[in-house]
DNA sequence: TACCGTGTTGTCCATGCGGACAACAGCGCG
DNA sequence: CGCGCTGTTGTCCGCATGGACAACACGGTA
């Protein structure tokens, strides 16, 4: 049925099929056999790969999870735009990936541990961010941290109201991000853009 | 084994149990007989009170989010009071029901409407508050509607912080949570609490 | 007291699960 | 050319699940 290859494209495969059948049906309710089917590919091949169904999701959320981090733009190009660009809804399913490993990480601490490293890799590019702003006084933030985890809590809020609630559209997430952004950086409305038109244009 | 009682009783009893497994299991993984086992009854008496399992879960929920509704105060003393109590952190079990929840939504719609009728509750109660507040000079908010989708927003990002995470503590949520609303409400640091004594006394 | 309604139980069933494993197939090396 | 390594398959097992149901127990009523 399925063509003998490479084990290392074999695995990703199998990962990529994994990473898609939870986004359907949740960590909880993911069976060897849906994630077999998805791939095309017979149930008992999972355990040549993996040693068990908990390897295998942990494994998939973690690619999953690296490849949304990898989308980050390497050198942003400015701490104001890196911040304005995170205030951009993502592609729809992504995020539902990260709401349901969030219920399940009090019950698996490996899947806890991929979160929480993560949650701060994000939450360090946003922390840098302001403190590169504040350095450069496009802003002035006494608690850069603070606000860092602020700002990255009030997105994982909005995303459960967009994603999974459907109470506010893409357009309402960016600009409540936005607004709240500047809250935190003590900028008044649309000061955020502005810190970025600002940047891009060295001297006027 | 377990004695007669009044069917109202038993149902909320079971009901209670129901919450506690989904609290320690997630709702993708409870069991007819854990949720029998929890409550010290056989499980072929659940399809006694409920039709099925679905059923059982999503009264079970609606119950423990009315209770929790049911906590906050009936008339809050004032707008900057009742704000101010919501950056408390709930006890720990309550939120991680709610996290559960979110990542249960989108494949169940009737869980979906059951959040979301809540979640307008909350939201609700903050837009008057800072409504009110905005009536009686505590601080002027251009937008109450967008500062309390952002606020409540900002809670259940911080909460997944707290309880799914484990990356920031009770005080850490407290803070963070009042200085994001300072932010939203153009207020300073300690703005909040300023505010609510403000408050407590009317003509200084 | 006898009886009936109903709350409660224990058991049964079909289904689907994760995991184990023996057998098969095809490629590359000797 | 033959052979072994390994990717791949199909099948089997023990077990737990949601649901169905007949039997039981017990309280209220006549």
New binding site residues.
């Given amino acids: 049925?399925?063509?003998?290859?490479a084990?290392e494209d074999?695995r990703a495969e199998l990962l990529r099929a994994a990473v898609a059948v939870i986004a359907r049906r949740g960590f909880a309710a993911?069976?060897?056999?849906?994630v077999a089917a998805e791939a095309g590919?017979?149930?008992?091949?999972l355990?040549?790969y993996f040693r068990?169904?908990?390897d295998l999701l942990a494994a998939a959320f973690d690619l999953a999870a690296g490849e949304d981090a990898a989308q980050l733009p390497a050198s942003p190009p400015s701490p104001a735009a890196h911040l304005l660009d995170r205030c951009e809804p993502l592609p729809d399913q992504h995020y539902l990936l990260w709401i349901d490993a969030w219920s399940e990480a009090p019950r698996s601490p490996e899947l806890a541990a991929i979160l929480r490293r993560h949650h701060s890799s994000c939450e360090r590019a946003a922390d840098g961010a302001i403190r590169e702003g504040n350095a450069r006084g496009l802003w002035s933030c006494p608690d850069p941290a603070g606000a860092a985890t602020a700002f990255e809590a009030q997105l994982d809020g909005l995303a459960v109201q967009l994603y999974a609630l459907h109470r506010i559209d893409r357009e309402g997430y960016a600009r409540l991000a936005r607004s709240a952004a500047e809250g935190l950086l003590g900028l008044g409305p649309g000061g955020l853009a502005a810190a970025a038109d600002r940047e891009r244009v060295p001297a006027t």
Same sequence: chains 1, 2.
Avoid: C
């Fill in positions: 049925m399925a063509a003998r290859k084990p074999r993911v069976t060897l056999r849906d590919v017979a149930h008992g091949l355990r040549h068990s169904r908990g």
